[in-house]
């Protein structure tokens, strides 16, 4: 019975070190898909007004100003 006890607890133990690697894990990509959301938006923002720029930019370097 002691035995039985014994491995049931190491088995438990085991799944729960597993549990913790699992989580950790998530955690770890959640966190990078969310950075990589954040890197995303700001270049599309940037690409926008990148290109609002250019385009008010080349009528005046057409008309020579």
Same mark, same amino acid.
């Given at each position: 019975?002691?035995?039985?006890?014994?491995?049931?607890?190491?088995?438990?133990?085991?799944?729960?070190?597993? &549990? =913790?690697?699992?989580?950790?894990?998530?955690?770890?990509?959640? =966190?990078?898909?969310?950075?990589?959301?954040? =890197?995303?938006?700001?270049?599309?923002?940037?690409?926008?007004?990148?290109?609002?720029? &250019?385009?008010?930019?080349?009528?005046? &370097?057409?008309?020579?100003?």
């Amino acid at each position: 019975e002691i035995a039985q006890c014994l491995v049931g607890s190491e088995m438990c133990i085991r799944d729960s070190s597993t &549990l =913790i690697i699992d989580f950790v894990c998530y955690l770890f990509f959640y =966190i990078m898909g969310a950075i990589l959301r954040i =890197i995303f938006h700001i270049a599309s923002v940037f690409a926008k007004r990148l290109t609002i720029l &250019l385009f008010k930019v080349r009528p005046a &370097l057409a008309l020579g100003h």
